[in-house]
Structure formats: structure tokens, C-alpha cells
């Protein structure tokens, strides 16, 4: 056959509903907003929606969101939309229902987490209905990329430097195929052209192969931007956590030029959750990378500068305004400062955990590994969220969980819903009261030695990999001394500055809520002494710290 290739075939927006009327109107709303760029189809009942995704997935069709009417004879809404997620695992759903059924829908976002719920009537369908469809379009997008747009990554699961690729396209975003070689027939091809020492290959979009590259290499080749536009700005932000990117929004959106530095992905220890269910304005929850992704679009819709992976060296504070030193050897000059720089998990410090560490032993979620350890028995270490929403996460995949708590019981320090949904999985053993003595294997982890706290008996328990979630180290080893920090390494800042008073030209003054013991200098979140670990007061210490440089800008 000759000729140009047939364009590809254009996504699915399903709409179903057995009342003629509702359906012909949300048939005419969707293919009146969304026809031009999705192919918009519609089902009078269940059956017929769940036959229609059947034919969909034979032709090998991208399906974005179904929208589906809850109260339906012989198959209901709820059960046409569970047909769709097991067929279409990334396509969002949407259930439309009258009052009465919201108990439904509530059961819906526990059981198939359901995206939205929509009350009939939806009128005015630019109000309640396009926002929502909206949304969802964007965040399967972000999810879902054709073939020729995804960025292959060739090499081993025991690989570190595989690990940390893989680790860093997923919490991005960007769209990845993994090619195992030693499991892959066409990986083994690829690695053989490349070299032992070639390992890990990425294969950009555009073809271009790198031979494992360092990250910001990586960043460049597929468009990250690790500079800045220019060398002064009026707030410059250290970290791209919840913290610093609502610093960001903030800021940017209040008139201040504003660039943001992140050291690795945007999202910090939060965009690694696999799932965040009590952050408000999320009934079905949300995953820490699509709160981020998200975060980020504002930023750049607001024209924050937005560096990543870029790293900051020093902060000098000699001069009349702060100056960031970043790690290439430029410099940002900025009006004031604020450090949202974050925290990294404390390493085990066992025999064998730095030997196999990013060969089954992994410091938070790394959500990318969720392929490698399906069917596999792994262990998950900590008894805090993050540690809980892992556990819960990487039971849908591996054959057992184990969860290693020193304390004695996941209530201490987990929240109510995540200690239930442990409870409720009975692929998930936890022993609390428990540590890690070592950790086995010749060239990946094979087994881990744990400690019992009550009678220092230890056994061995076979494992491929195990998720780390302990303790807090704070980014600060590059600050200067003139910034404050208590024994452990956090910042300083406010009241918790004792007696310290700030000299400016207007006098003397009292440190602001979130300002460090250097005038214009403010440090939110994770970082700072005496936070609240948990995303939403990331986000109001980001927020209110901007109210706080205004006022340092206009003195």
C-alpha cells in the first residue's frame, strides 16, 4: 500500500444514559464543546455502554472519559464505569445522578475512584458540566501519549541508574516505555548495539539515544528548562514542593517576578504519593504527581520561571540583596528569598542498604517500580502516610506487603482512613514493633534480617525490594551559617528565633511569621522547625509567606 498513513483515530468521550431526552442532551452538550477534537458516542443503557467499550478495546481505540448515568436498568452506572476502568485503566469517569443516588457516588469514589459526580440537570452545561470534562481531558492527557510521542528506557531492573531514570521520567509525567533486558527480546537487541557500558539507553521521541545519561542531560534532550530567563527577580523560591509551588502561584500572581529552583522533579516527598485522599477539594483523591503536575501548569500559567532539575550551591547574603549560586556557576539575584527546600528520607544505615540501594532498595513511593515487584513479596518501611499510602498502592500489584513499624501500633502516627484500608487488604501483614538489621542478596535484594523491639529476637524474611519511610533530613547542608537551624538541621524562623530582632533601615523589627534569622530570607514547609507535615499547611506557610515579602519588597 502506498500513500500517506491514515491519521490516527481521534479519542472517545462515551456518554450513557437509557432516558432518550437526558441522552440526546448530553449528546448535543459534548459533541457541541469536545466534537471537533474527540469522537463523542453514546449508549442508551448499560449494556450497551459496556458492549461499545468491548468493541472500542478490540479496535485497539483510546477511550478519555465515560459519562454515565447511574439508574439504569439491568446495568447500572457504577457498573458500566467499572467495566471501563478495567478496560481502559487511565480513562476518567464521570456518574451522573439524581439527589437521592450521592450515596451511590460516594460509594463509587471508595470502590472505583470515581472522578466526578455530576447532579442532574447539569444546566448551565458551561457551569457544571465543561469544567469538569475539562479537567479530566487534561489529566488523561497527561497520562496518555500515542506511541511515537513516548520516550523508551532501555536497561535492567537491578539497575540504579535504570531505577533513577525511570524514577525521574514517572514523577514528570513524561511518557515512558521500559524496555527490560532481562525479560525483552527487542531490549536485548538495543542493548547489544549499545554496549555493556551503554546501559541504560533512553530513545527520545525524536529518536535521538542516550547513553545513560545524567539527569539534567536528560532534562535538556527532552525540553526541560534548567535556565532561567534572566539574573534578577523580585522572589527567587528554592524547592518545587506543595510549599514552593503555591510560593510560587502566589507570588507570580500578586505581580512579582518570580523564578522557582528544583533540585530534582517538582512535587518534592508529596508528589511521590501514589494516592493523597484527605487534601481538600479531592473527594476521590488524588495521586502527588497529578497535585503537582497541576501546580505546575498554574505556575507557568502565571509565568513563574520554573528551573528543574536546577540546583542551588549557596546562598550569599554579603551584598545588598540575596544571591542564589546554583551548581552550572550562574547566579540569581533576587529581592528576598523563600527556602521551601524540603526534606529526603533518612537512610537505613544497615549492612546492605547502601550496596543495594536503586537495586531493591528504594528511599519513598518510586511509583515506577509498581511493574517490577507485581507478584513479588516486598517490604515497606515506616509507619507514617506516606508509608501507608505505599503499602496500600503496591498491594494492588505485589503478592504480600509487609509493613515494618517501630511503633506499637500504625495509629500513632497514620491517619484513621489509611490504617482501615490496611486493615482491609489482606495481601498487607504489618509488624509493628519491628526494625531492619540488614539487608541480603548477591547482585539485588534477595532478604531482609528484622528486629523484634520487645525481645530482640530477628528473623529473615524473603523480599525484592523494599520501600523506605523514616525520619526527615533537611536540604540545608548548603545554607550559610547567617541562617539559623535547630540540632536536627531544620530552619529557624519567627517566634522560634527567641529574642532576634532584624536591623533595617526603618529600624529595628521583629522577624515575620516564616522569616529566618536573615531579613528577606523565609523558609516554608517540610524544612522549616516545627511544621505540620501534611500538604495543605505546606501550601498556607507558601501562601502566607508571600504576604511577607511584599512587605520586605516595599521597605
Same mark, same amino acid.
Given at each position: 500500500?502506498?500513500?500517506?498513513?491514515?491519521a490516527p483515530r481521534r479519542p472517545v468521550i462515551l456518554a450513557a444514559d437509557d432516558d432518550p431526552a437526558v441522552l440526546s442532551a448530553v449528546r448535543g452538550d459534548l459533541r457541541g464543546r469536545y466534537g471537533r477534537h474527540y469522537?463523542?458516542?453514546?449508549?442508551?443503557?448499560?449494556?450497551?455502554?459496556?458492549?461499545?467499550?468491548?468493541?472500542?478495546?478490540?479496535?485497539?481505540?483510546?477511550?478519555?472519559?465515560?459519562?454515565?448515568?447511574?439508574?439504569?436498568?439491568?446495568?447500572?452506572?457504577?457498573?458500566?464505569?467499572?467495566?471501563?476502568?478495567?478496560?481502559?485503566?487511565?480513562?476518567?469517569?464521570?456518574?451522573?445522578?439524581?439527589?437521592?443516588?450521592?450515596?451511590?457516588?460516594?460509594?463509587?469514589?471508595?470502590?472505583?475512584?470515581?472522578?466526578?459526580?455530576?447532579?442532574?440537570?447539569?444546566?448551565?452545561?458551561?457551569?457544571?458540566?465543561?469544567?469538569?470534562?475539562?479537567?479530566?481531558?487534561?489529566?488523561?492527557?497527561?497520562?496518555?501519549?500515542?506511541?511515537h510521542v513516548v520516550t523508551r528506557v532501555v536497561g535492567s531492573r537491578w539497575s540504579a541508574r535504570t531505577h533513577e531514570i525511570r524514577d525521574f521520567l514517572q514523577r514528570n509525567q513524561i511518557p515512558m516505555q521500559w524496555l527490560?533486558?532481562?525479560?525483552?527480546?527487542?531490549?536485548?537487541?538495543?542493548?547489544?548495539?549499545?554496549?555493556?557500558?551503554?546501559?541504560?539507553?533512553?530513545?527520545?521521541?525524536?529518536?535521538?539515544?542516550?547513553?545513560?545519561?545524567?539527569?539534567?542531560?536528560?532534562?535538556?534532550?527532552?525540553?526541560?528548562?534548567?535556565?532561567?530567563?534572566?539574573?534578577?527577580?523580585?522572589?527567587?523560591?528554592?524547592?518545587?514542593?506543595?510549599?514552593?509551588?503555591?510560593?510560587?502561584?502566589?507570588?507570580?500572581?500578586?505581580?512579582?517576578?518570580?523564578?522557582?529552583?528544583?533540585?530534582?522533579?517538582?512535587?518534592?516527598?508529596?508528589?511521590?504519593?501514589?494516592?493523597?485522599?484527605?487534601?481538600?477539594?479531592?473527594?476521590?483523591?488524588?495521586?502527588?504527581?497529578?497535585?503537582?503536575?497541576?501546580?505546575?501548569?498554574?505556575?507557568?500559567?502565571?509565568?513563574?520561571?520554573?528551573?528543574?532539575?536546577?540546583?542551588?550551591?549557596?546562598?550569599?547574603?554579603?551584598?545588598?540583596?540575596?544571591?542564589?549560586?546554583?551548581?552550572?556557576?550562574?547566579?540569581?539575584?533576587?529581592?528576598?528569598?523563600?527556602?521551601?527546600?524540603?526534606?529526603?528520607?533518612?537512610?537505613?544505615?544497615?549492612?546492605?542498604?547502601?550496596?543495594?540501594?536503586?537495586?531493591?532498595?528504594?528511599?519513598?513511593?518510586?511509583?515506577?517500580?509498581?511493574?517490577?515487584?507485581?507478584?513479588?513479596?516486598?517490604?515497606?518501611?515506616?509507619?507514617?502516610?506516606? @508509608?501507608?499510602?505505599? =503499602? #496500600?498502592?503496591?498491594? %494492588?500489584?505485589?503478592? *504480600? +506487603? &509487609? /509493613?515494618?513499624?517501630? !511503633?506499637? $501500633?500504625?495509629?500513632?502516627?497514620?491517619?484513621?482512613?489509611?490504617?482501615?484500608?490496611?486493615?482491609?487488604?489482606?495481601?498487607?501483614?504489618?509488624?509493628?514493633? @519491628?526494625?531492619?538489621? =540488614? #539487608?541480603?542478596?548477591? %547482585?539485588?535484594?534477595? *532478604? +531482609? &534480617? /528484622?528486629?523484634?523491639? !520487645?525481645? $530482640?529476637?530477628?528473623?529473615?524474611?524473603?523480599?525484592?525490594?523494599?520501600?523506605?519511610?523514616?525520619?526527615?533530613?533537611?536540604?540545608?547542608?548548603?545554607?550559610?551559617?547567617?541562617?539559623?537551624?535547630?540540632?536536627?538541621?531544620?530552619?529557624?524562623?519567627?517566634?522560634?528565633?527567641?529574642?532576634?530582632?532584624?536591623?533595617?533601615?526603618?529600624?529595628?523589627?521583629?522577624?515575620?511569621?516564616?522569616?529566618?534569622?536573615?531579613?528577606?530570607?523565609?523558609?516554608?514547609?517540610?524544612?522549616?522547625?516545627?511544621?505540620?507535615?501534611?500538604?495543605?499547611?505546606?501550601?498556607?506557610?507558601?501562601?502566607?509567606?508571600?504576604?511577607?515579602?511584599?512587605?520586605?519588597?516595599?521597605?
Open positions: 500500500m502506498t500513500g500517506a498513513q491514515a469522537r463523542v458516542l453514546t449508549a442508551g443503557g448499560g449494556a450497551e455502554a459496556i458492549d461499545t467499550l468491548d468493541a472500542l478495546k478490540l479496535r485497539g481505540d483510546a477511550v478519555a472519559v465515560v459519562v454515565s448515568d447511574q439508574r439504569m436498568p439491568e446495568v447500572s452506572g457504577t457498573a458500566v464505569l467499572g467495566a471501563a476502568r478495567r478496560l481502559f485503566p487511565e480513562v476518567r469517569t464521570v456518574l451522573l445522578t439524581a439527589y437521592a443516588d450521592t450515596d451511590v457516588a460516594i460509594g463509587a469514589i471508595n470502590d472505583l475512584h470515581l472522578d466526578y459526580y455530576i447532579l442532574k440537570p447539569w444546566d448551565p452545561p458551561e457551569e457544571r458540566l465543561f469544567p469538569i470534562v475539562d479537567d479530566l481531558l487534561e489529566d488523561w492527557h497527561a497520562h496518555h501519549r500515542p506511541g527490560d533486558v532481562d525479560s525483552s527480546e527487542e531490549a536485548r537487541v538495543l542493548s547489544g548495539a549499545a554496549g555493556p557500558d551503554g546501559l541504560p539507553l533512553v530513545i527520545t521521541p525524536d529518536g535521538a539515544a542516550l547513553h545513560s545519561p545524567g539527569l539534567a542531560d536528560l532534562a535538556a534532550a527532552l525540553g526541560q528548562k534548567t535556565r532561567a530567563d534572566a539574573e534578577s527577580f523580585d522572589l527567587a523560591i528554592v524547592g518545587a514542593g506543595p510549599a514552593g509551588l503555591a510560593a510560587a502561584v502566589y507570588g507570580a500572581s500578586e505581580g512579582l517576578r518570580t523564578v522557582c529552583l528544583e533540585q530534582l522533579v517538582p512535587g518534592g516527598q508529596a508528589g511521590q504519593s501514589s494516592r493523597i485522599e484527605n487534601y481538600l477539594g479531592f473527594p476521590s483523591g488524588i495521586s502527588g504527581g497529578d497535585l503537582a503536575r497541576r501546580a505546575v501548569t498554574q505556575a507557568r500559567r502565571f509565568h513563574v520561571d520554573l528551573l528543574a532539575p536546577t540546583a542551588a550551591a549557596g546562598l550569599d547574603l554579603t551584598g545588598p540583596y540575596p544571591r542564589i549560586e546554583l551548581v552550572d556557576g550562574s547566579a540569581i539575584n533576587c529581592g528576598a528569598v523563600i527556602l521551601a527546600c524540603g526534606v529526603s528520607y533518612r537512610s537505613l544505615d544497615v549492612p546492605g542498604s547502601t550496596e543495594f540501594e536503586g537495586r531493591g532498595v528504594f528511599y519513598g513511593a518510586a511509583v515506577s517500580e509498581r511493574d517490577t515487584v507485581t507478584g513479588e513479596h516486598i517490604v515497606v518501611v515506616g509507619g507514617a502516610n506516606s @508509608a501507608g499510602q505505599a =503499602a #496500600v498502592f503496591f498491594s %494492588d500489584y505485589a503478592r *504480600s +506487603v &509487609t /509493613i515494618l513499624c517501630r !511503633a506499637g $501500633g500504625l495509629g500513632a502516627k497514620m491517619s484513621s482512613y489509611l490504617v482501615e484500608q490496611i486493615a482491609a487488604r489482606e495481601n498487607i501483614v504489618v509488624r509493628c514493633g @519491628a526494625s531492619v538489621r =540488614a #539487608v541480603g542478596g548477591t %547482585d539485588r535484594v534477595e *532478604s +531482609v &534480617t /528484622i528486629a523484634d523491639a !520487645a525481645t $530482640g529476637d530477628t528473623r529473615e524474611l524473603a523480599t525484592s525490594a523494599l520501600f523506605v519511610f523514616i525520619g526527615a533530613s533537611p536540604h540545608t547542608d548548603w545554607l550559610p551559617p547567617q541562617i539559623a537551624r535547630d540540632g536536627r538541621g531544620f530552619i529557624l524562623t519567627g517566634p522560634g528565633l527567641g529574642a532576634r530582632r532584624h536591623h533595617t533601615l526603618d529600624g529595628d523589627r521583629d522577624p515575620f511569621l516564616y522569616e529566618t534569622s536573615a531579613p528577606g530570607v523565609f523558609a516554608v514547609g517540610d524544612v522549616r522547625a516545627s511544621s505540620v507535615k501534611r500538604v495543605a499547611s505546606a501550601v498556607g506557610e507558601g501562601s502566607v509567606a508571600v504576604q511577607f515579602v511584599h512587605q520586605v519588597l516595599r521597605g
